[in-house]
């Protein structure tokens, strides 16, 4: 999974950089929740469906 990088934070507002933190904290809660359950994180890729097991993650 590729992290999401900012060119130029001086020009986000304050309320795009909470939610840019908020999306990546739940990224992060949600890979760890998958490893825990070992449940396979379920994404859409160039349009089509793929199951990313949790030992991969």
């Known amino acids: 999974m590729e992290k999401v990088?900012?060119?130029d934070e001086k020009e986000m507002s304050e309320f795009a950089k909470k939610v840019l933190s908020?999306?990546?904290l739940t990224r992060e809660r949600l890979i760890e929740f998958k490893k825990q359950k070992n449940t396979p994180l379920v994404i859409s890729k160039d349009g089509k469906i793929v199951w990313i097991?949790?030992?991969e993650l």
């Open 5 to 7: 990088i900012v060119k």
């Open 22 to 24: 908020g999306l990546m």
């Open 53 to 55: 097991p949790a030992s």
